[in-house]
């Protein structure tokens, strides 16, 4: 028997059977980030389907599921045994392996933000997929110099760098392989700093420490940002400015954030699931870059740390947090 939860959540399908409609489509999500559909980036995605006349709640149906990353393979194949109509990845590589692997070819995957697809071996290549398996890509690879720049631009005799990545998420290798050809001809040596869970932040950080950085950039992964309010008290206790990939991460600490735009990323997603739910073969379409950029800057950070902001951010800046 439905519980009355479950049975007022099942009304519009029921009286859409009744009135002879078609059944609701399912779509699977799943997500490595805690409460993603709840995020910016989560809501981005669920306007943009209500926009296209997808709605939850009347014509579809979003089974949701989050999981660790040693956990992914078990809540995708969860998803799978549930045989929705499309499968989708919300951020990063891992779930849309996840995903991948276990749909095999009889479920359509889209990704919403992969930095490296081709080289994750998600897809054969941007203009021909290949398979069953589609989406948005978020790596570009002049964004992890770009913040390098940025951060001369603050510190003019920037010599130090620390960096904050997690080896285990394919994308953050690639920003790295970037940091370094940047860093290079700058005359910026860079120390870097590595983490793979929550319990790791506290000894990459006295490694940080030590280097004595004038600044720290962190590599965006969703590790680092659902972490975002535990590397921002680190960074606030350490008075040490850093650069980081996203927003939010901006919001718990950092003088900046530089980066792709992921609520356009995932909006974009949305209508590749749109179209897919409308018939159209998730080969044909192809892998879609990113090209709309954040630039996020915190002067209460800045102000904290007696930074002195140049006019060239807050000029470009497509938002300043604080007074």
Known sequence: MLSRRRWVQALPFLAAAAAGAAAP?????????????QADTGRAFLHRLEQLGQVVGRN??????????????????????????????????????????AAGPRIPVVFCAVGDPVGAGLVAGFSDPGAQVTGIATQVTSVAGKRLQLAREMIHDLRRVAVLHNP??????????????????????LEVAHFQAAADL??????????????????????????RREIGALVHRARLPAICGVRE???????????VSRTAAFARAA???????????ARTLPVEQVSTFDFVVNRDVARELQLALPSSWLYTATEVLGN
């Open 249 to 259: 991460a901006a919001e718990a600490g950092c003088v900046a954030s530089y980066g």
């Open 25 to 37: 489509r399912r779509i699977g999500f799943l997500s490595l980030v805690v409460r993603e559909l």
């Open 60 to 101: 579809v149906v979003i089974e949701h599921r989050e999981a660790r990353q040693d956990d992914l393979v078990r809540a995708a194949r969860e998803l799978v045994a549930l045989q929705p109509d499309v499968l989708v990845a919300g951020l990063g590589t891992l779930p849309a392996l996840a995903l991948k692997s």
């Open 202 to 227: 506290e000894a990459a950080f006295e490694d940080i420490r030590r280097f004595g950085p004038q600044l720290l950039l962190v590599l965006e992964d969703p590790l680092s940002i659902s972490l």
């Open 168 to 189: 285990a998420t394919p994308a953050t290798r690639l920003s790295l392989d970037e940091l370094r050809r940047v860093a290079a001809p700058m005359g910026v040596v």
């Open 271 to 281: 209508e590749y699931v749109d179209k897919i739910l409308k018939g159209v073969p």
